[in-house]
């Protein structure tokens, strides 16, 4: 039995969309947020793919809260997860490893000119 494989492929417009691969038959899919299921999941063919289904999950307004919000899709009735994604908004951003990234980056942008410029200075 080929493994199952869901591949996100973007989120756009409040909609994740994915493919899925490795499954024998239409596939029944659901999403649990918090222990509570998100309704409007939609599983169809992939065009141009056979034996791929598209897969696409309506992220509802609701779930836009402060924090962290993981989403897991499985197959419906299983306890495998065959792929998740995770919204942040609001001041858990402040705490995320790629701000702290992109800040560590500017501020090294910052000493590297400073750095440029005193050898400029004292190297007359």
Known sequence: M????LTKTR???GV????????????KLEVMLQDQLIPGVA?????????AWSVSVPIPAAALSE?????LIREAGMADTLAHFTIITGVAMEDDVRAEIDLLRAELD????AFRRHCLETAT
Not at 16 to 27: F, K, N, Q, S
Not at 110 to 113: A, E, G, I, P, Y
């Open 16 to 27: 994740w969309e994915g493919i899925l691969t490795g499954v024998a038959g239409e596939p």
């Open 67 to 71: 924090g962290v919000q993981t989403f």
């Open 2 to 5: 080929a493994e199952h494989v």
């Open 110 to 113: 910052m000493l590297k000119r």
């Open 43 to 51: 599983v169809m063919p992939a065009e141009g793919k056979p034996g």
């Open 11 to 13: 989120i756009r417009a």
